[in-house]
């Protein structure tokens, strides 16, 4: 199989479990908040395909999660996750699998949320959005989910990635 087409068939994959893993973790009150399910089809994506896939990498709109009120910036920060993980998976000058990894999430991760805060702040306007709102909304209630992240997906990056190399 072309490599353009195991990447389209992975970003499809990658939607796919956009779309049933929020699902799953809306069942429980406030998890999509805490565990952020949504981000994590996404970066793998970006850092498993590239950039153009990542930041194709968007579901939301077919199971009306996140909520309205906050599906525009949940949307511009899914879509900066994919778009820079993607770029930093190819353009850090790492030699080390996994600390490109790692470095890639944590930069992706880092700029989504900058940009989110940016987009309530500015675009958005949100009223009554603090610093202390986005500190915690951005790394204190999902803090969860940001260690999920941080252990789950270099793993299964890699393990992509070496089943890619492995299967060429």
């Not at 579901?59 to 993607?86: D, H, R």
């Not at 998976?89 to 940016?118: C, D, T, W």
């Amino acid at each position: 199989m072309k490599s353009t087409t195991k990447k389209l068939v992975s970003c499809a994959l990658c939607i796919a479990i956009g779309v049933l893993l929020p699902m799953a973790f809306h069942v429980i009150p406030n998890a999509g908040s805490i565990f952020l399910p949504m981000h994590i089809p996404v970066l793998i994506c970006g850092l498993f395909c590239g950039t153009p896939y990542g930041l194709a990498c968007l579901s939301s709109m077919t199971t009306g999660m996140p909520p309205a009120m906050i599906l525009p910036q949940m949307m511009i920060e899914l879509a900066v996750y994919g778009l820079v993980t993607g770029l930093c998976s190819k353009y850090i000058p790492q030699e080390n699998e996994m600390s490109k990894l790692y470095m890639s999430l944590i930069i992706a991760m880092l700029v989504g949320r900058i940009v989110n805060g940016f987009v309530n702040t500015f675009i958005l306007s949100t009223q009554g959005y603090t610093l202390s709102v986005f500190m915690t909304a951005s790394f204190i209630t999902c803090l969860p989910g940001i260690i999920i992240q941080l252990i789950v997906i270099p793993i299964l990056v890699r393990i992509l990635n070496k089943g890619a190399v492995t299967n060429k």
